[in-house]
Nanobody, 126 residues
Framework: QVQLVESGGGLVQAGGSLRLSCVTS????????MGWFRQAPGKEREFVAG????????SYADSVKGRFTISRDNAKNTVYLQMNSLKPEDTAVYYC???????????????????WGQGTQVTVSS
């Protein structure tokens, strides 16, 4: 059974930084791409960043390019999201996600992912 557990959320002032972590268990982590999504109150869940398996290519939503960095440590079965220059509009619950298939190298749609963490709250104050 694949499980994803996020951590690292919290309250931060605008301009600050946070690093989210997501530990995966239940299968060989290095064989699959991973993604981060977020959902703000009253809004739909949206793609934030994704990273491939193998040679780690990445993809970002336009709203976070240049501020957020996704990375992975296969030895620790962990994917990270480093968030810098945070803005109040980044406030949301952040979820990590994993696809069932290796054919999904970087999924940007919710439908690309089959496994989800419980989410971690990020709140950015102005």
């Amino acid at each position: 059974q694949v499980q994803l557990v996020e951590s690292g959320g919290g309250l931060v002032q605008a301009g600050g930084s946070l690093r989210l972590s997501c530990v995966t268990s239940g299968r060989t982590f290095s064989n699959y791409g991973m993604g981060w999504f977020r959902q703000a109150p009253g809004k739909e869940r949206e793609f934030v960043a994704g990273i491939t398996w193998g040679v780690s290519g990445t993809s970002y939503a336009d709203s976070v390019k240049g501020r957020f960095t996704i990375s992975r440590d296969n030895a620790k079965n962990t994917v990270y999201l480093q968030m810098n220059s945070l803005k109040p509009e980044d406030t949301a619950v952040y979820y990590c996600a994993a696809p069932q298939s290796r054919r999904i190298r970087i999924g940007v749609n919710i439908e690309d992912y089959d496994y989800w963490g419980q989410g971690t709250q990020v709140t950015v104050s102005s």
